[in-house]
């Protein structure tokens, strides 16, 4: 059994992989991953800021999310990387807490992001006339702010009580970051309050969220239907199956990750899920939204000239 030195107060990551031939390949197909959500995102932030064309309210909205998928991937990929080439599995009491806070405030903030995308594509589609009023520059930005705060808010009131716990000897967390859930079957008490807690939290900012995206897309798909125009249905139709894409590979591992009770959970299964919100999902949004949307790829061939093909 492996060994490792490490004070008290620090944790143990054990990983995603195991230090084998199997386990470097995955990595660097981890690492590439990981090159290519960066610079997706980068450039979809890059090219809605550059371009006019984009300075709209569902635009405005697509750049928070690849600011957060951004920030996904450097809360969780480059520790995990580092950890696995050097051999040290270890992390600190603060930077595990660190780690915690930015990943929970992501993943709640991300999950009111997404329902306020949703929210901007309902205005647009079935109250058109009213779209300037409804989404005004004023209401992108408390969306925005909003989701931003209160998943900061969420996120800080479980970093605070996950650090308060007292842990047992081993401080062995089986995940390849500080998964709150992960670090709760280290204590030395009885954490059922807790855990109902996550219950409700998960409820209140991935579930109700998702019900009120399936709501307003049943309403938008309703909508559609109805239209006269071939053209404006067909658009409305691939604005939309877009963001169920990007919504069910989001919300799918998630709700099922943290709303199963403990007895029906394992570690081995949560961390693949958690490959899925963490890694494979930042990297497939700015994919999904650039080659699905005509006008992301004129902005692409305005700023780079590339896809100058397309019609």
Known sequence: MEKWN???????LLGLFLPNQTGRLLLLLIILIFFLAS??????????????????????????LSLMDLMYLSTTVPKMVFNFLS???????????????????????????LASMAYDRYVAI??????????????????IMGSWILGSLNSLAHTVYALHIPYCQSRAIDHFFCDVPAMLPLACMDTWVYEYM??????LFLLLPFLGI????????????????????KKAFTTCSTHLTVVTFYYAPFVYTYL???????????????????ILTPMLNPIIYSLRNKEVLGAMTRAFGIFSFTK
């Open 6 to 12: 490490h004070t008290s107060n620090d944790f143990i």
């Open 214 to 233: 399936t709501a307003s897309y049943g309403r938008v798909l309703f909508a559609v239907y109805r239209m006269r125009s071939k053209d404006g249905r």
């Open 198 to 203: 996550v219950f409700v939290s998960t409820s």
């Open 39 to 64: 610079v997706g995102n980068s450039a979809m932030i890059y090219l809605i800021r550059l371009d006019p064309r984009l300075h709209t309210p569902m635009y405005f909205l697509l750049s928070q």
């Open 260 to 278: 199963r009770p403990r007895d029906l959970r394992s570690p081995a299964e949560d961390k693949i899920l958690a490959v899925f919100y963490t």
């Open 87 to 113: 051999g040290q599995k270890g992390i600190s009491y603060l930077g595990c807490g660190v780690q915690s806070f930015f990943f929970l405030t992501m993943a709640c903030s991300e999950g009111l992001l």
């Open 126 to 143: 079935c109250h058109p006339l009213h779209y300037c009023i409804r989404m005004s520059k004023r209401m992108c930005v408390k969306m």
